[in-house]
């Protein structure tokens, strides 16, 4: 009866210690900051460019000159109404004219490049002639030479041949002694003439085979220079460009209108030399407005020339599929870049706001986090990843710094080099409370 006791007593003890440790467990996981994850994923990392405009005169058309001639005077100025064929500006003729002498000056020295080439090209080629008859004729002589050897060489051979024939004819007064002397004598000549001849052959076949390769070195293609071509195409080139000063020169430096409209804007001044671009910009009542948006460093990476975007002016609810026409750096905002959309005729109205938007689907990355879960210091950029260990109270969660490389994001999405995450990382992206490197966490699955 007393074991029966102590059995049940001892169940009663491990029942209460298992309770004792239920409890623990809870109330030491209920202190743990609760915490969220999530795995990598494989993404496309999209980028949206939005961004508000207002809708411009249409008729803006640029004036554009030789960049880098310099201006003498300014004729018209911003607000003025000019017709076609009126001046705008002057160019300094005495700076033209010593830009094209300029022009002229490296179209010759390129010219007499191309000669030199030229010249060169025809000393070469003479030369390969020379070199090829020469070693055609070393052809010739060493085919002439070889094979007298080898026709002195067979000579002997047949002569030797028929010596011995003679001595199995003819040999009676001979002893056997002197006989067999004289047998094996004719057979060692013999012999040793059928050893020369193959030798004169082989050295023949040997001296024919080193000619006929000094004529094939010489046959052999010479290697591509691109040197000719280059130097001819920037002779072309410089060619137009000179006509070009030259028109300018016969106007005698004026620059005019070629169209009626209203000077707008003006990116010249006196004194100073035309820039890669629009010098001035004029209206055109007669074309449709255009639609303008500031882009800054960041937007200019997804829109440029030529891309096709969204456009949505107030006041209605319709998207409209447009291209971009007009793109370059802002005058007037220094590290912005201005754009103007070409509308439809009878669209919009100046003053008019609106709004740009286009969509860049991006590279498609195999290692994609969200931004969120990054925690970026001036030095690097890491994550907290999840990790499972075995604790006092059985398996636990722990917490790991993991810093990454991010080489793409967006709103949703960074895209992280290398392979210091894998597709089962567990990375934590939020929690109830705050925590560190080597903190036992609680995870929400």
Do not use: C, H
């Given at each position: 009866m007393s074991n029966k006791k102590i059995i049940i007593g001892f169940s009663f003890f491990l029942v209460f210690m298992w309770l004792c440790t239920l409890i623990s467990k809870s109330v030491y996981t209920t202190r743990l900051p609760m915490v969220s994850t999530i795995s990598p994923e494989e993404k496309y990392i999209e980028h949206k460019v939005e961004v508000a405009g207002i809708v411009v005169e249409g008729g803006k058309q640029a004036v554009t000159s030789l960049p880098g001639v310099k201006v003498k005077t300014l004729i018209a100025h911003v607000g003025d109404r000019v017709e076609e064929g009126d001046i705008l500006f002057q160019i300094d003729?005495?700076?033209?004219?010593?830009?094209?002498?300029?022009?002229?000056?490296?179209?010759?020295s390129l010219q007499l490049q191309v000669n030199t080439i030229l010249e060169n090209q025809e000393l070469e080629e003479q030369k390969k002639e020379i070199e090829e008859?020469?070693?055609?004729?070393?052809?010739?002589?060493?085919?002439?030479?070889?094979?007298?050897?080898?026709?002195?060489?067979?000579?002997?051979?047949?002569?030797?041949?028929?010596?011995?024939?003679?001595?199995?004819?003819?040999?009676?007064?001979?002893?056997?002694?002197?006989?067999?002397?004289?047998?094996q004598e004719l057979l060692d000549a013999l012999q040793s003439a059928a050893y020369a001849e193959a030798d004169a052959k082989r050295d023949r076949d040997q001296a024919m085979k080193e000619a006929e390769r000094n004529v094939e070195d010489i046959l052999f293609p010479d290697a591509n220079d691109a040197t000719l071509s280059v130097t001819q195409l920037q002779i072309s080139e410089l060619n137009a460009d000179l006509s070009k000063y030259l028109d300018i020169l016969n106007?005698?430096?004026?620059?005019?209108?070629?169209?009626?409209?209203?000077?707008?804007?003006?990116?010249?001044?006196?004194?100073?030399?035309?820039?890669?671009?629009?010098?001035?910009?004029?209206?055109?009542d007669n074309v449709p407005c255009q639609f303008k948006v500031i882009l800054d460093k960041e937007q200019k990476k997804y829109v440029g020339f030529g891309d096709e975007v969204l456009v949505k002016l107030d006041g209605s609810s319709k998207k409209m599929d447009m291209t971009i026409d007009y793109f370059s750096e802002s005058q007037s905002m220094p590290g912005s870049f201005e754009t103007l959309i070409n509308l439809p005729e009878g669209t919009g109205v100046p003053g008019l706001s609106g709004t740009l938007s286009c969509s860049n689907i991006g590279e498609k990355y195999g290692c994609c986090i969200p931004p969120l879960s990054i925690i970026e210091t001036d030095t690097r950029s890491y994550v907290y990843v999840l990790r499972e260990r075995e604790g006092i109270l059985g398996k636990e969660y722990y917490v790991e710094?993991?810093?990454?490389?991010?080489?793409?994001?967006?709103?949703?999405?960074?895209?992280?080099?290398?392979?210091?995450l894998d597709m089962d990382s567990q990375i934590i992206l939020s929690a109830d409370k705050e925590f560190g490197k080597g903190d036992i966490v609680r995870w929400i699955n």
């Open positions: 003729l005495d700076d033209l004219k010593e830009i094209i002498k300029e022009k002229q000056r490296q179209i010759n008859e020469r070693a055609r004729e070393d052809y010739n002589t060493t085919a002439r030479l070889e094979n007298t050897d080898v026709g002195r060489a067979a000579d002997r051979y047949a002569r030797a041949a028929e010596d011995l024939d003679d001595f199995y004819e003819d040999n009676s007064g001979m002893d056997e002694e002197t006989r067999n002397q004289t047998q106007q005698e430096g004026n620059i005019k209108a070629k169209i009626g409209g209203m000077i707008t804007d003006i990116y010249i001044e006196a004194g100073g030399r035309i820039p890669d671009g629009a010098s001035m910009m004029l209206t055109d710094e993991v810093n990454v490389k991010v080489v793409d994001k967006n709103e949703n999405w960074a895209a992280i080099e290398g392979s210091t």
